[in-house]
């Protein structure tokens, strides 16, 4: 499985982006797929997952009612779309495979970051 992570960019606070996620390689039985962000200086952060089967959706407490992750089943693809950002958003954001717990370890397949900065 292979992950391209796409859209990051500059963007004042307020503001919006829409992240995408190519997947290719993909299998029957694969589970999900998560978005993790880094801020400088910090640990990687659970941002949010969905399910291929249902599009069930799970958020971290700090983007729920902002942030929303929704896919494209024709083309394997799946979208963050962050509204009312706030510079503590700042971070190189990851999609990763296969799952849709908040754990690093529990991802098996990760795309390249794509930065995300939000000014005040």
């Known amino acids: 499985v292979q992950l391209q992570a796409s859209g990051g960019g500059w963007v004042q606070a307020g503001g919006s982006l829409r992240l995408t996620c190519e997947v290719s390689?993909?299998?029957?039985?694969?589970?999900?797929v998560a978005w993790f962000r880094q801020r400088p200086g910090e640990e990687r952060e659970f941002v949010g997952a969905?399910?291929?089967?249902?599009?069930?959706?799970r958020y971290a407490d700090s983007v729920q009612g902002r942030f929303t992750i929704f896919k494209d089943d024709a083309k394997n693809t799946v979208y963050l779309q962050m509204n009312s950002l706030k510079p503590e958003d700042t971070a190189i954001y990851h999609c990763?495979?296969?799952?849709?717990?908040?754990?690093?370890?529990?991802?098996?397949?990760w795309g390249q970051g794509t930065l995300v900065t939000v000014s005040s």
């Open positions: 969905v399910s291929w089967s249902g599009g069930n959706t």
């Open positions: 990763a495979a296969d799952s849709m717990l908040p754990a690093e370890m529990m991802y098996h397949y």
């Open positions: 390689g993909r299998t029957k039985g694969e589970y999900g």
